[in-house]
Structures are given as structure tokens and as C-alpha cells.
């Protein structure tokens, strides 16, 4: 029986990479075999990965010498960092950093590297349109992702460089889901304004991500952007309202608002969103639906999600 290629996949457990090992997993004619690397072997989430076949690994992207030695004899590797964790930019960086080096050391074939925009390429720090955040950033955790880039570039690394999108996950993680207002009406809120925003299930990102494995080496050195849908809030409102059968509506605000909510991180997120609906154009076309969907023909669109997972979505009323 010929030996599958390994795929080793950081952040197995987390949104991305937990889609990627299941969208290999469940493809019992895969030519790829699935390393799972996780910071806890002994978590709920990393047994029932080796439940369902995959080789499950201890490694923490802050320790060199444990990535390294987690991608020794792997074919390729889908790397992502997880910024939300420490909400620092220079430890994310430090981080891409150990993962390019550790992927170069190991002779990988393939690797895939999670990122997002530089926005300072697009608003300079001196550009007053959007506060400077942190003295060097104006979305920190865009930014940190995008400045990484070079060094997968300067490694000459086989990468392929996937531009993410805004997570519809978040309207169940990351407390976004509709809420009850002053008005007693139930909202989502964003500082979109009219303008439409990429975005797309969690879970489809694996899935693609395993696409472009499957295609091999004619994507590598390509900077590639996915979405399910690009919808404006107004429109992802009406879906809510539609399938959860309780009118929401969307409550649009400013910027300089959301960036005073006072959660941590409401600062970075309101500038995203700035950013989403400023570039919106520029955002959405580097993410194309259609060839979102050539890597993934399961692609979800909103609607199809928000039916999915409606018994998952918290609504405060």
C-alpha cells in the first residue's frame, strides 16, 4: 500500500485547522494522512481527533524545537496563530517566525500559512482616518499576520499564502449574536455601514485549505483569498430574522463607537471593520466566491450556516 503523504496541521483543535483534519479524515480515498499538533493531547477535542484516525502530537508554537519536531517527516503543514490567545503582535510574529523556520528546517513540500492583510499597506500609521494602535499597528492582529509573510518569502519556503475572512463562527463564539437593544429590539451590530463583508463558516476554511493540498504545487507561491458570501449587515440581519423567526435588525454605528464598547480588543475590531467597510472592494475581491467554492464545492452561504447552526447561536433577549 503506497504510504499517504502527512499533512501536519497546527491549531488541530482550534476553528481552521480542526476543519482541515476533519475534511482529510472523511475522505477515506485521501492520498494525505493527518498530523494533528495541539499544545494538549489530553483535550477532549485532540482524543476524538485520534478517534477518528489522526496522529495526534504535543507541540506549542512558542517552543521551536517541539515544532520542528513535529513537522520531521511530513509532506506538508497548514500553519495559523492564534492572536486572540495573547492579543500581542510581536509574540505573533515571533511565532510565524518559528513556524517558517521549523517548516524550512524540515523540507516541507507544501505549506499553507493562515494570513490576512497588512492595513498599514492600505492607511499608513501617519493617515488619521483610523487611530494607531499599540505605536505600530493599525489592525494589530491583520498587520501581525501580514508582516510574518516575509518570512516564509525570505525562507524561500513552498507556501501558499490563504487570506481568511471574517468568521460567521463568531456570532456563536465571540459574543456578536443578536442582542436586545434600548429599544427592546433584537440587533447586530457593526461599523459596516451599506458595505458588504467577506465572510464564511469556520469550518469551510479546512475544507478549502485541504482543496488547495489537493491541487498540489501549482499553488504554491500564490497569495489566494476565500469566502462563503460577501453580505452587508443589513442583509445577514434579515437572514437572522428569517431563519431564527425573531426580527432582528441591524444597528449600524461608528467606528470611533464600536472602538469605545470597552471589551478587550474593541479597538483592533472596530479598525477591522473599518478597514472591511473602507476597502470593501479591495477586501472582496481578493476573497471570489466562486473559486472559494472550486477548492470546497460544500462552501456554505450565509443563509446556510445561520439554518445549520440556529439552535447554536445565543440571542439575548
Known amino acids: 500500500m503506497e504510504t499517504k503523504k502527512i499533512i501536519a496541521v497546527v491549531g488541530a483543535t482550534g476553528s481552521q485547522g480542526g476543519g482541515l ?13 493527518v498530523r494533528a499538533i495541539t499544545r494538549d493531547p489530553q483535550s477532549d477535542k485532540a482524543k476524538e481527533l ?26 506538508g503543514a497548514y500553519l495559523v496563530t492564534f492572536f486572540w490567545h495573547h492579543m500581542s503582535p510581536e509574540q505573533e510574529m515571533a511565532e510565524a ?23 498599514r499597506k492600505f492607511i499608513p500609521l501617519h493617515d488619521d482616518r483610523m487611530p494607531t494602535l499599540q505605536e505600530k499597528y493599525k489592525v494589530p492582529h491583520f498587520d501581525a499576520k ?22 460567521w463562527d463568531n456570532y456563536i463564539n465571540f459574543g456578536m449574536g443578536p442582542k436586545k437593544g434600548p429599544d427592546g429590539q433584537l440587533a447586530i451590530t457593526f461599523p459596516m455601514g451599506d458595505k458588504k463583508m ?64 470597552g471589551f478587550p480588543g474593541a479597538d483592533d475590531l472596530g479598525n477591522m471593520f473599518q478597514f ?37 447561536i445565543p440571542v439575548e433577549e
Open 50 to 75: 485520534a478517534a477518528q484516525g489522526a496522529e495526534v502530537v504535543k507541540a506549542d508554537v512558542d517552543d521551536a524545537d517541539s515544532i520542528r519536531k513535529a513537522f520531521e517527516g511530513a509532506y
Open 21 to 33: 483534519v476533519r475534511a482529510i479524515l472523511n475522505d477515506k480515498n485521501s492520498e494525505f494522512a
Open 276 to 312: 472591511y467597510r473602507d476597502f470593501a472592494e479591495e477586501f472582496s475581491d481578493k476573497r471570489d466566491i466562486e473559486f472559494s467554492r472550486s477548492l470546497n464545492p460544500e462552501l456554505q452561504d450565509f443563509s446556510t450556516w445561520v439554518t445549520l447552526n440556529k439552535d447554536r
Open 198 to 261: 467577506a465572510g464564511m463558516a469556520a469550518e469551510d476554511i479546512g475544507k478549502c485549505a485541504y482543496g488547495i493540498f489537493k491541487k498540489g504545487e501549482e499553488l504554491i507561491g500564490e497569495d489566494l483569498g476565500i469566502a462563503g458570501e460577501h453580505i452587508s449587515g443589513a442583509e445577514m440581519a434579515d437572514t437572522f430574522s428569517r431563519v431564527l423567526g425573531k426580527k432582528v435588525v441591524y444597528n449600524e454605528v461608528s467606528p470611533e463607537v464600536y472602538r469605545s464598547f
Open 146 to 167: 501580514g508582516e510574518s509573510n516575509k518570512f516564509f518569502d525570505e525562507l524561500q519556503v513552498p507556501v501558499t499564502y490563504l487570506h481568511t475572512s471574517f468568521y
Open 97 to 119: 517566525r518559528i513556524l517558517a523556520e521549523a517548516a524550512k528546517d524540515a523540507g516541507l513540500r507544501h505549506v499553507i500559512w493562515s494570513t490576512l492583510e497588512d492595513t
